[in-house]
């Protein structure tokens, strides 16, 4: 198969009369392409009623269209050898195929087919909540989900954003076709659209084809439904879960991470800077704190940081699992690691942590699904799409006074802390994250087994 001959690298993004945003990503480089509908909807919006309705729905899309059967579904993208998935998170919904670029537009019909055509038909939904209700009941006797989940209580509290995105058993067993439908009349609307593409494609061919198939996409009937959302207060909070069934504890803190001001670097760039203080801090073998806790002081095998973030948010995380006996000590040698940092960078550090992003972003471009995700990603985030070249070139200007300045603030900020598995209290929580502040006992909630 011949390469097609548009140059690569830069994206292209058009917008519809109806508000939906087509965005394409050449990549001659590869002989596959992903394309992939991504909708501005996620357990965000729901409510603790309807909690789980949005990881319902991505479930039950698959399920029927008006044309075609599940079965049909499934071997129409087998018969090509694409591989088919979707995602449900907590601020956006994802249906996307992999395969081959000369197969571009028949993934996108199928892709389309699935978000706008799909009938959610009783006797299916029947069948598939119980299949969700096992992933959930999965999910909860797990300690290491149950402490992701945690977390986002501990980070946002009883706000939309700390409700789990796989929701409630009660309500997953309650939900209805015509719960489907208005979730869908609500939110799968033009105005929180995007359909995009990466990889070796044609792609004014395929412009024209999503135009074709989305301009008639409805929009939303109240239009502050679409206005961008304002970011969820953060609460920062201790939580525990005990289980007793392990012998290890499993450990989440998480701060916030922004700009000093909404105007001081573009959103690109603070989370470039994230990205380059979590891999500074604890991304790698050579890391301050995996060198520390697991090399130095024996004190857990697995311990990372990471920035975990959406559209209007982005929060760092340190993720580690210990023993009972030596979470204390974990707890304050990762405690004392993070003002250090505050304090001052590493130029060595600062330069692994640097080179480490620009390997990991050159890594993402030669991969059409990472691609289309990264890009997507910022168009919600931005309103525009990085380039590969200059991605690289403001991960190479970040300096240590960013960075050690991104640490001051997150330190200001009491920590989120989730902790599941043996031996986990609500008082020792409250200690921990004394710990960690510096200050006097926090706030700890313990949820129920």
Do not use: C
């Not at 803190?253 to 990205?275: E, G, H, K, N, T």
């Amino acid at each position: 198969m011949a390469p097609h001959p548009q140059a690569g690298g830069a994206a292209a993004l058009r917008t519809l009369a109806n508000g939906v945003r087509l965005l394409a990503v050449p990549m001659p480089h590869v002989q596959s392409v992903s394309v992939g509908v991504f909708l501005r909807v996620g357990s965000r919006d729901e409510t603790p009623a309807t909690n789980g309705i949005g990881h319902v729905l991505e479930h039950m899309a698959f399920k029927g269209t008006a044309t075609r059967s599940v079965q049909a579904i499934n071997l129409d993208a087998e018969r090509l050898g694409a591989d088919v998935n979707a995602f449900t998170g907590k601020d956006a919904t994802g249906y996307f195929m992999t395969g081959l670029g000369r197969h571009a537009g028949q993934l996108l019909r199928m892709t389309a087919d699935i978000v706008l055509n799909s009938t959610f038909p009783a006797h299916e939904l029947q069948r598939e909540l119980q299949v969700i209700r096992q992933e959930a009941i999965e999910y909860d006797e797990d300690p290491q989900d149950s402490a992701d989940d945690l977390l986002d209580r501990a980070i946002w509290g009883d706000a939309p954003m700390g409700m789990p995105v796989i929701g409630t058993l009660a309500n997953i067993e309650g939900f209805s076709r015509d719960d489907l439908l208005r979730h869908v009349q609500s939110h799968y609307v033009a105005d929180k659209t995007v359909v995009a593409a990466a990889g070796n494609f044609d792609v004014a061919a395929w412009m024209a084809l999503a135009a074709e198939l989305f301009g008639a996409m409805p929009t939303a009937h109240d239009p502050s439904a679409t206005r961008p959302p304002a970011p969820a207060a953060y609460v920062g909070q201790a939580v525990v879960r005990r289980f007793t069934q392990v012998s290890q504890v499993f450990l989440n803190i998480a701060y916030p991470v922004a700009p000093a001001r909404p105007d001081a670097m573009s959103q690109q760039r603070w989370r470039l800077v994230a990205a380059v203080a979590a891999n500074l801090f604890g991304g790698g073998m050579s890391s301050p704190l995996v060198d520390t806790v697991r090399e130095k002081l024996g004190l857990a095998y697995t311990a990372e940081a990471t920035i975990d973030k959406g559209d209007v948010w982005a929060n760092f995380v340190v993720h580690a699992v210990t023993t009972p006996d030596k979470l204390d000590a974990l707890v304050a040698a990762t405690g004392e690691l993070l003002r250090a940092q505050a304090a001052a960078v590493d130029p060595v550090h600062l330069e692994r942590a640097k080179n480490q992003l620009a390997v990991a972003r050159v890594r993402a471009a030669e991969r059409t699904y990472a691609t289309m995700e990264q890009a997507v990603e910022e168009l919600q985030a931005s309103g525009s799409v990085l380039s590969l070249a200059d991605a690289l070139a403001t991960v190479d200007d970040i300096g240590a006074d960013e960075v050690r300045a991104m640490f001051q603030r997150m330190l200001a900020h009491a920590p989120a802390l989730a902790i599941t598995g043996k031996g986990a209290s609500a008082r020792s929580a409250r200690q921990l994250a004394a710990r960690l502040s510096g200050s006097g006992p926090g706030r700890t909630r313990s949820a129920a087994p």
